[in-house]
């Protein structure tokens, strides 16, 4: 085949052409399978108006494709580069129905092996040789030819923009309307065309990433912070961060099935029923979290730059300690306090997948000694694996299985919505497990100390709901399923006394009010009684609910 290819003789533009015709057809299944589904066709202008379809995204394509295939040394690496990328990025658009916004390209930069891992399968392998190496190699053997004069090659080119300027023109204004319409009513469409999308989002992430990483000032916030001493009876609390746990499969909110087995029979439990999240990533949620900003404030560069809850809690006198079990790190939140990575100790009996991955268990080994040597008030941060998919049946030990039949199996779609469904319960089931133990723990201090349990997931996760897996979509188009998160509390008796909590009022709120990740950085400032001007205690949710002491 590449000898018959040999004796092809293209210039640059018309290869140029070649690489539009290709992502325009098979290099963008994802995008015509979206476009496919959106738009209808019932009449002879619709049919024409989806037939120009081809028309304006070849069109949009080879400009875009223009500043890169112009570089005489460099064309045909970048080219291949971007169409096994792409392949790559089709699998996952086609198979899983994500886009590839910025905060997806920023969780590909910010994963580590075993996350990848997880994702690797022989479909994933095949595509990526079928759509990516084969055409990449097939344009890569096409010989091209330069013109013999400078000013001729440019001519080539300059044509080549003005005339598809003029088609592209002429198509939209044939079906300004439809195109109107059409873009506006689904603006994930800059990010479902293949290579645009993650050439502009891996651009974006890189420039915000510089900005993050070359500040060599950290921003002070709430300088004024002040908190009363530690009384007798130290404060002890233990938030947990779950990882893709969704609010709509959890038995405390109404689910018909036994996800809380555990908590669901204990006292003094407070589940918030109407809870959304910053984001619909770990990598947007987690410092958002943690941060002063509300979700419309939020800015990565800026949360990357300035103190966060952890460290005001510090400076005033409490007691940090964060212990991480996800693979995707902290994402810069617990850099400046004291950190267990427990997946480096690799423990045993908890630590038992392939990937290296363990069970959220190993979060609670030998807590007790680290609690022992933090006398004073103190905040204990578990980051839990939780949920995370695809591998949903490696966040759990096997005999833990309460639900069946699973998919034990990276491959989700291709699972029956039985299966995936009762996979994805059994990692709440196990984490409702570990929630419970880590109450029994705290209990064995409440004698000495007031002790108190909060739990909040950084996102939600799709299962197959409109064809839609996993995570990450943009907000904007979210549903509801990646955007609304459990959020469960639990208090000794004497933590809710001392504190002045009324926990009829809190439970109250707790089911008819709508929270969010916004109430959490000043819910954590008035529970430890922190007094500063960023303090909010409207989005306080203790702050309705405490009565004087």
């Known amino acids: 085949m590449f000898q018959r290819l040999s004796s092809l003789r293209l210039n640059p533009v018309q290869l140029t052409w070649v690489a539009a015709l290709f992502f325009t057809t098979i290099g963008n299944v994802g995008l015509w399978q979206m476009l496919w589904s959106k738009v209808e066709i019932n009449s002879l202008h619709s049919l024409l108006f989806f037939i120009s379809l081809p028309v304006f995204f070849f069109c949009l394509i080879n400009l875009l494709l223009t500043p890169v295939l112009a570089l005489p040394y460099v064309r045909k690496p970048l080219l291949a580069l971007l169409v096994v990328i792409s392949a790559s990025c089709s699998y996952f658009m086609f198979n899983y129905n994500v886009l590839i916004d910025r905060s997806m390209v920023q969780n590909v930069f910010e994963t580590n092996q075993a996350e990848l891992a997880s994702y690797f399968s022989i479909p994933l392998l095949l595509t990526i040789l079928v759509l990516g190496v084969l055409p990449a190699a097939v344009m890569v053997c096409l010989p091209t030819k330069q013109t013999e004069h400078p000013l001729q090659n440019a001519l080539w080119w300059l044509g080549n923009v003005l005339v598809t300027f003029a088609v592209l023109a002429a198509v939209t204004m044939l079906f300004y309307k439809d195109y109107a319409s059409l873009l506006r009513n689904n603006l994930q469409i800059r990010d479902q065309v293949l290579p645009f999308n993650f050439v502009r989002n891996t651009n974006g992430y890189l420039k915000r990433y510089l900005k993050r990483t070359t500040s060599q000032l950290l921003r002070t916030v709430a300088e004024d912070a002040t908190r009363p001493e530690t009384g007798e ?64 404030q939020y800015d990565e560069v800026r949360a990357a730059t300035e103190e966060n809850l952890l460290d005001i809690l510090r400076r005033t006198g409490v007691q940090i300690l964060w212990r991480n079990n996800n693979n995707g790190g902290c994402k810069g939140v617990c850099e400046r306090v004291p950190t267990d990575d427990m997946p480096i100790l690799k423990i045993t009996e908890q630590c038992v997948n392939k990937d290296g991955t363990c069970y959220d268990d190993v979060l609670l080994h030998q807590l007790s000694s680290r609690i022992d040597a933090m006398p004073g008030d103190a905040l204990i941060v578990l980051h839990q694996l939780g949920s995370h998919g695809p591998t949903y049946f490696e ?109 009829a009022c809190l439970r109250n709120n707790a089911d008819n009010k709508d929270y969010s990740h916004d109430n959490f950085y000043h819910s954590m400032l008035g529970l430890f009684g922190v007094h500063s001007r960023v303090y909010q205690p409207e989005l306080d949710v203790f702050s309705p609910c405490r009565e004087a002491i």
Request: proline share 6%; aromatic share 10%; glycine share 6%.
């Open 233 to 296: 009876r130290p404060k002890l609390v233990i938030a947990v961060v779950g990882e893709t746990a969704r609010a709509q499969n959890f038995q405390l909110n109404g689910y018909p099935r036994a996800t809380n087995p555990s908590l669901s029979q204990r006292e003094n439990i407070i589940s918030f029923k109407n809870v959304s999240s910053c984001g619909t990533a770990t990598a947007i949620s987690l410092p958002c979290m943690f941060s002063r900003m509300t979700r419309t």
């Open 395 to 503: 966040r759990y030990p096997a005999q833990e299985k309460i639900f069946s039949p699973t998919c034990d199996s990276n491959q989700i779609q291709k699972c029956s919505n039985e299966a995936l469904t009762n996979t994805y319960d059994n990692t709440l089931v196990y984490t409702d497990r570990m929630l419970g133990k880590t109450i029994d723990l705290l209990q064995r201090y409440s004698e000495q100390r007031d002790v108190a349990m909060i739990y909040l997931s950084d996102h939600g996760e799709s299962l197959g709901e409109r064809g839609i897996y996993l995570h990450g979509t943009p907000y904007l188009i979210a549903p509801k399923e990646q955007t609304q998160v459990p959020m469960v509390m639990w208090f000794s008796p004497k933590f809710a006394q001392d504190a002045g909590f009324n926990l």
